[in-house]
């Protein structure tokens, strides 16, 4: 199993940016049922949630609910994470994550700054 994260960059406050993450080595069945999704780690060092499915579910850090929207192509096996209203606090690296078949897979990271 693999994960390839892609789509970050730099981007203007307030802008827009959409990254996306491609899924190889696991069945469609198992790649829309898995618990999946994005965390960010800032300057401060930490990883942290931003964006998850759990199964159907979506879970939202609270500092970018109704900003950023995770979604997921089953055809394509790709996550989404869609970021819209972005600040310069967004500046951080993100990774894709997934659990397949009873193992934790990540990607390597993609980094998105915001800055004018």
């Known amino acids: 199993v693999q994960l390839q994260a892609s789509g970050g960059g730099l981007v203007q406050p307030g802008g827009p940016l959409r990254l996306s993450c491609s899924v190889t080595?696991?069945?469609?069945?198992?790649?829309?049922?898995?618990?999946a999704g994005w965390y960010r780690q800032g300057p401060g060092g930490q990883r942290d949630l931003v964006a998850t499915?759990?199964?159907?579910?979506?879970n939202y850090a609270d500092s970018v609910k109704g900003r950023f929207t995770i979604s997921r192509d089953s055809a394509r096996k790709r996550l989404y994470l869609q970021m819209n209203s972005l600040k310069p606090e967004d500046t951080a690296v993100y990774y894709c994550?997934?659990?397949?078949?009873?193992?934790?897979?990540w990607g390597q990271g993609t980094l998105v700054t915001v800055s004018s």
């Open positions: 994550h997934g659990n397949y078949a009873g193992y934790t897979y």
């Open positions: 080595g696991v069945i469609t069945s198992v790649f829309n049922s898995a618990d």
């Open positions: 499915f759990s199964g159907r579910a979506t």
